[in-house]
């Protein structure tokens, strides 16, 4: 009887030390997980912070190209604004044709120019178009925010015009002009080289 209870008690125990052994590779697993767990979680925080700062640099290296690119053409003299929208004082603002309807700078002249395709008009072109030399040029470049602005009188024919340009990096750009009389109209639209624009100039009066 004694060596039965002592064969028993041994089973007993063998049982106990595998059980407590399956316990422990279970808590081990559970630690190794969430340690695994963990460590993919910070790899995956560190490359989504790599990709943001990767394309955030992109982002300010395309900007700062595009800024360069405009400061040249601007500088250059000789750039035409085409716009795509007209605003009156009022606030009215309609779509327009970039061919005809735009601001002109070549050299030391300008050519001011509104059209559409519904009319002949002053111009023949359905608007008004006003030639003339530069009498006043001042341009103002913000290296920070990689803004420009160009102001500059027009003395033409029919009159004195100031034009002053809000200029983006990508050269997207609005201009409002003032002249003799009460009112102003601004033009918006993208600064695009003279030789490569396709602004069909009507008859100046």
Do not use: H
Not at 24 to 52: C, D, P, R
Not at 118 to 127: A, C, L
Not at 170 to 183: E, I, P, Q, S
């Amino acid at each position: 009887m004694a060596l039965i209870g002592t064969e028993v008690v041994s089973i007993e125990s063998n049982q106990y030390l595998k059980a407590m052994k399956t316990i422990a590779i279970i808590i081990l697993g559970m630690f190794l997980y969430t340690g695994l767990s963990a460590q993919e979680n910070s790899s995956q925080t560190e490359v989504e912070k790599s990709n943001k700062s990767e394309k955030k640099a992109q982002r300010e290296a395309l900007i700062q190209e595009q800024f360069n690119q405009t400061k040249t053409l601007i500088n250059s003299n000789q750039f035409v604004l085409e716009a795509d929208y007209l605003r009156n004082r009022y606030g009215y603002t309609k779509v327009a044709n970039t061919n005809l309807n735009f601001i002109m700078v070549d050299t030391t002249t300008a050519v001011i120019q509104t059209g559409n395709n519904t009319g002949m008009g002053y111009n023949g072109v359905g608007g008004l178009t006003a030639s003339g030399n530069i009498t006043t040029w001042k341009v103002q470049m913000n290296d920070r925010k990689k803004t420009m602005s160009v102001d500059m009188n027009v003395s033409t024919s029919i009159g004195y015009f100031n034009v002053r340009m809000n200029v983006s990096a990508d050269g997207r750009t609005t201009a409002t002009l003032t002249g003799n009389y009460a009112g102003s109209l601004t033009f918006s639209g993208k600064l695009v080289p003279l030789s490569e624009s396709y602004a069909f100039k009507g008859m100046s009066l």
